[in-house]
């Protein structure tokens, strides 16, 4: 069964940095496109960042640019995003999504979107103080 498995989450001041990490298993993901998504209390779930299968194109929300990264670890089946600077209205609850299948197309439009992955992950929460 395929199952993706967030972690790295916790409670950092604003400024800091935190590393999250998704794991999958029960399917390859090496070759599909995958992405971080969060939400707030009281809102609704977010883009935050997506790579695609190779890892070659990224794309970022444009609140998160020039302070997350999104990467794929090397042989693993591992997504990882790193965040930098963190600010308060970065709480959220974090999830790891993955496709299927490959993309139609990989632009920006598709790769934030919900309805464009197929497994989601149980989420990791991010709490930043002020």
């Known amino acids: 069964q395929e199952q993706l498995v967030e972690s790295g989450g916790g409670l950092v001041q604003a400024g800091g940095s935190l590393r999250l990490s998704c794991a999958a298993s029960g399917r390859t993901f090496t070759s599909r496109p995958m992405a971080w998504f969060r939400q707030a209390p009281g809102k609704e779930r977010e883009f935050v960042a997506a790579t695609s299968w190779s890892g070659s194109s990224l794309y970022y929300a444009d ?46 439009q598709i790769a934030r979107s919900t309805n464009h992955y197929d497994y989601w992950g149980q989420g990791t929460q991010v709490t930043v103080s002020s």
């Open 63 to 108: 609140s998160v640019k020039g302070r997350f990264t999104i990467s794929r670890e090397s042989g693993k089946n591992t997504v990882v995003l790193q965040m930098n600077s963190l600010k308060p209205e970065d709480t959220a609850v974090y999830y790891c999504a993955g496709r299927a299948g490959p993309s139609p197309a990989w632009i920006l």
